[in-house]
């Protein structure tokens, strides 16, 4: 078994392994960040705020999300540009922390980009990438004053993301019995693409001390869990889940809420196999990791040869609900192949390479996706 960056220090540049040129490569990347950070009003979604703010817009619902927020800081640590993640962050802290009351400690998941609140709770997917980015930020560019002193914000965001409910009236996102992150704070399910093992294992090192026990099970607990999630013979994940593993379909009031089911593979779902990858890449953990990913890729490319996406059953089953997001399928099937070691993951690097950033409404989550594979699959998307 293979020893991964964190032990080697060495990220594969698997573009560089089938033959492009880094030239190509570089050219590829600095070109993708451009268009969506500085591109035209018609392929961006970074918008300025005044001197020193900025948020990503989802293009798709005309607001700002937790989500791209922090996967914003992600993207900026790896490629050095502090200013704009000195932005994301401001901003965040500005409009979407919660100093008290029931959400203390956390981020309010979506506001209008006027910095108006849509809701005031959080989504623990943008708890877990803002602390992941501000720790990179801190041992990359040092610890600032205030709000920048980035290594204190990370380790005060994970503190309220387990400690939450001891002396507050405030709920923790992580269950203590069983090590695992929820939907969102107090909720009976889970959502298998918020499980980042290879993020735990990094938590469990630099986190407040009395923490890090907890994060390193909860590192082994999600790698456990994503076996229990995925289909043993697609790969395929649902959105939703519940706590064994199985599809959480919800009961009518969670239907109404949310407007539809969630127990399929569907958009949240996608990201599962670029987690894999990354963890494979960064830890080399477990080999089931690159069984899995085989899976996947071997689904839809033997299923799906044509790239007319759909929504799927996670046994394969096709759903009459054509994918939202295809260009962030292409992309994180391609990140896959950090740990896919079968027959497709050269034909799906390759896939994603001649595929262009997504144009139009829905081109936010897509080109999210695209920038982090990008950075992947280039060899760098790195620990800091």
């Known amino acids: ?17 089938l033959g492009i040129s880094q030239t190509d490569i570089d050219k590829k990347i600095r070109d993708s960040f451009h268009t969506v950070f500085y591109g035209n009003d018609d392929e961006r ?7 020193d703010m900025g948020y990503f817009e989802d293009t798709g619902n005309n607001d700002a999300r937790t989500e791209g927020m922090s996967y914003g800081m992600m993207m900026c640590v790896q490629m050095d540009m502090k200013e ?20 203390k400690g956390y981020f309010a998941w979506s ?41 204190k914000e990370a ?25 695992l992150i929820m939907f969102v704070p107090g909720s009976s399910w889970t959502d298998p693409s918020y499980h980042l093992p290879h993020f735990y294992e990094l938590f469990a090192l630099w986190a407040d001390e009395e923490d890090r026990p907890f994060w390193k099970e909860a590192a082994k607990a999600s790698r456990e869990y994503l076996k229990t999630s995925c289909h043993p013979v697609t790969g395929l994940a649902p959105e939703y889940a519940n ?21 399929w593979f569907y958009s949240d779902a996608y990201r599962v196999a670029a987690n894999i990858g990354l963890d494979y890449e960064w830890f080399a953990a477990d080999e089931w990791n690159c069984d899995n990913a085989d899976k996947i890729q071997k689904f839809f490319s033997e299923n799906v040869p044509d790239g007319n996406y759909m929504t799927y059953e996670i ?29 497709y993951a050269k034909e799906w690097v390759r896939l994603f390479w001649n595929t262009p950033l997504r144009t139009g409404v829905r081109r936010y989550y897509d080109n999210c996706l695209y920038l982090f594979a990008l950075l992947a699959l280039s060899g760098n998307y790195r620990i800091w």
């Open 1 to 17: 078994m293979r020893e991964g960056a964190f032990k080697t220090g060495k990220y594969r540049n698997v573009f560089a392994e």
């Open 243 to 263: 706590y064994d593993g199985s599809p959480y379909v919800g009961d009518e009031n969670f239907l109404k809420w949310f407007g539809s089911r969630h127990d």
């Open 111 to 151: 506001c209008k980009t006027t910095g108006e609140r849509n809701s005031d709770g959080p989504a623990p997917d943008g708890e877990e990438f803002y602390a992941m980015a501000l720790f990179f930020a801190s041992h990359r560019w040092g610890d600032g004053e205030g709000i920048f002193n980035y290594s």
């Open 155 to 179: 380790r005060e965001i994970l503190h309220a993301a387990i400690h939450n409910g001891e002396d507050n009236e405030a709920r923790p996102m992580w269950r203590k019995d069983n090590h």
């Open 315 to 343: 046994d394969g089953t096709v759903i009459d609900k054509p994918a939202l997001h295809p260009v962030g399928i292409i992309a994180t099937n391609a990140m896959a192949s950090l740990a896919a070691k079968g027959e």
């Open 45 to 51: 979604f970074f918008h300025t705020v005044g001197d």
């Open 84 to 103: 704009e993640f000195d932005r994301f962050w401001k901003w965040s802290k500005t409009y979407m922390f919660n100093p008290e009351g029931k959400h």
